[in-house]
C-alpha cells in the first residue's frame, strides 16, 4: 500500500505516525499500535536499539499493514447515484426521487434566504469523527439497500 501512495502522503503518513509516538508513548522501548490517519488505518511497531559503541539510542518505525477506506471508489463500485462535494469529503446519496442521505465528518451550515437562515433537511444526515467512520456507514447503507 505505500508504494500506491504518493511520496506526499508517505511523508505525511510518517509525521503522523512519529507524531503518535511522541504524544503516547514517550520512553517505551518497543511496542505495535495502530492510528486512524486521513482514510487510513494504520498498524505499526516502534522500536529502539541502543548502541553501546556510540552511546546512541537509534529509534525505528516499521509499518506492518496499511488499509485503505476509499468510500468514493465503494460508492463508485455499487453504481448507485451519488454528489460528491466540491468544497469538503461529504457526500450525499441518492436512495430514491424523495430521500437522499448525506454522510459527512461535519454539520452542513445553514443557509440564508431573504434575511432568513435555514437548516438543510436530508432523509438521514450522518455526522461523523473520520472517513473511515464515513466508509463504514456508507457500506452499511449499501447493504441495506441491496435488501
Known amino acids: 500500500m505505500l508504494k500506491k501512495m504518493t511520496s506526499l502522503e508517505r511523508k505525511h503518513l510518517y509525521e503522523a505516525i512519529w507524531e503518535h509516538v511522541e504524544s503516547c508513548h514517550y520512553g517505551i522501548d518497543e511496542f505495535e499500535e ?66 437522499t442521505v448525506r454522510v459527512s465528518t461535519h454539520k452542513r451550515p445553514d443557509y440564508e434566504f431573504g434575511g432568513v437562515y435555514y437548516t438543510h433537511e436530508y432523509y438521514q444526515d450522518y455526522v461523523l469523527d473520520n472517513k473511515i467512520e464515513m466508509y463504514k456507514i456508507i457500506e452499511k447503507l449499501l447493504n441495506e439497500m441491496k435488501g
Open 34 to 99: 495502530s492510528i486512524i490517519f486521513d482514510n487510513y488505518k494504520i498498524d505499526y511497531r516502534y522500536f529502539s536499539t541502543f548502541d553501546e559503541e556510540t552511546d546512541e539510542t537509534e529509534s525505528k518505525i516499521e509499518v506492518l499493514f496499511i488499509q485503505k477506506f476509499d468510500y468514493i471508489e465503494l460508492l463508485k463500485s455499487a453504481k448507485v447515484e451519488y454528489e460528491k462535494s466540491r468544497i469538503s469529503e461529504s457526500v450525499y446519496i441518492k436512495l430514491d426521487e424523495n430521500r
